[in-house]
């Protein structure tokens, strides 16, 4: 057999608590739910990864649920015996037979990566080719449902230089109470910070013409999946008139997706997401069609935990241009995370490890605690 055969591949769900609620067009997050998977192989390595959505099936098509049962029925047979060290041949076997799934795809690759970055001695980063930078800026999503209370955290974030990118949700109100928050919002930040908004697809393509205009009239800089993902016509429009540019968030649901809306024009920033295209690797074939066409790059979160947002993380650093910087602010919005050393802040950036793999350790007592079916594990939280 192999040396660096897969031998097993375990998923965990894990149920982590929020600082606070987070209020999205569709869904009100009052906690995260992770999805952890290992691999280990014979040589003895193990790579983790993270397959993480939010609110269920609110948000995609996969949950939390069905992203373990598909890896333990579908994935795994595929893989066991499979060599864990070429990655290409694993994700091909997949693709082959597995249709979709990125967000469950998405976890394999990224266990996969870290298992070879482990085995190799290298960070992930230089598995894709080598980091362009060590850090990325990171924005913060004000999504309390509150105008002052959203004022006051960002004045906070400011203060402990932790952002000044500022993204808001809006899409679940009425769409005049949504537009006097955000210009309130906007007004009370002025030029010290950046405040762009998602809207979650919520918006009809006659709601959002008018406002987009207002929005970008009053120096909104981004405006994100303001209408359905099947209204493609209606973004191609919207990105024509808006003063304001158009991100596509829901959109892609896959690295074919990128291609499609790319040729007709439907959006002049992409969100890039690990779990919507497949993994670090598939990340960044949409990040090369985008650069091919002109269109500019945002680094996109799932509201992962510490593993998959340094996955992302470890894609994001190997990008020429990442014009729209990052939201990698997971692990922030949780109380508890499952990982020795979270993953390190400061100055308004996420600094990227340089450690093999990951560059990251579970806390195995943490994942005991929180994983959903702790009452079979006997091992207390300290
Ligand atoms: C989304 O739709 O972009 C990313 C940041 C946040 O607050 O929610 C997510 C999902
Ligand atoms: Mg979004």
């Not at 009052?30 to 397959?51: H, P």
């Not at 949950?63 to 060599?83: E, M, W």
């Not at 469950?104 to 930078?133: F, H, M, N, W």
């Amino acid at each position: 057999m192999l040396a660096s055969a897969i031998q097993s591949i375990e998923t965990i769900i894990v149920d982590l608590p929020t600082i606070r609620p987070h209020k999205l067009a569709m869904h009100t997050m009052q906690n995260q739910t992770l999805v952890i998977i290992r691999v280990r192989c014979a040589d003895g390595i193990e790579g983790v990864g993270e397959s993480t959505t939010i609110g269920g099936l609110s948000y995609g098509n996969e949950s939390p649920d069905s992203i373990k049962t598909n890896i333990d029925r579908h994935f795994a047979p595929l893989l066991i015996g499979q060599d864990g060290a070429n990655i290409n041949a694993a994700m091909q076997r997949l693709d082959k037979v597995i249709k979709g799934n990125t967000f469950a795809k998405s976890g394999i690759e990224t266990a996969l990566l870290d298992a070879q970055g482990k085995r190799l001695g290298l960070p992930v980063s230089e598995l894709l080719g080598g980091r362009v930078r060590d850090s990325l800026p990171v924005a913060w999503t004000l999504a309390s449902g509150d105008t002052a209370k959203d004022i006051a955290e960002a004045e906070q974030m400011l203060d402990l230089r932790r952002h000044r990118i500022f993204k808001l949700k809006i899409g679940a109100g009425e769409v005049n109470r949504d537009l006097a928050h955000v210009i309130a919002i906007k007004k009370a930040m002025g030029e010290r910070a950046s405040v762009r908004v998602d809207v979650n697809q919520a918006w009809d393509e006659a709601v959002a013409l008018r406002a987009c205009r207002i929005l970008g009239e009053n120096g909104i800089d981004l405006i994100e999946q303001p209408i359905s993902r099947n209204n493609v016509s209606g973004m191609v429009r919207l990105n024509a008139s808006s003063p304001a540019p158009i991100m596509a968030d829901e959109s892609i649901e896959c690295v074919e997706d990128a291609f499609n809306l790319a040729r007709v024009g439907a959006a002049s920033i992409f969100a890039l997401k690990i779990a919507k295209n497949g993994g670090p690797r598939a990340v960044l074939r949409t990040a090369a069609i985008a650069e091919a066409a002109g269109i500019g790059l945002y680094g996109g979160t799932m509201l992962e935990g510490g593993i998959g947002t340094l996955a992302s993380a470890h894609a994001f650093v190997t990008l020429n241009k990442l014009m729209w910087d990052t939201e990698l602010f997971g692990p922030l919005l949780l109380t508890e995370d499952i990982l020795q050393e979270p993953p390190h802040y400061s100055d308004f950036e996420l600094h990227v490890p340089k450690a093999p793999g990951l560059g990251l350790n579970l806390d195995e007592e943490r994942l005991a605690y929180f994983r959903r079916d702790k009452s079979t594990v006997s091992v207390s939280h300290a």
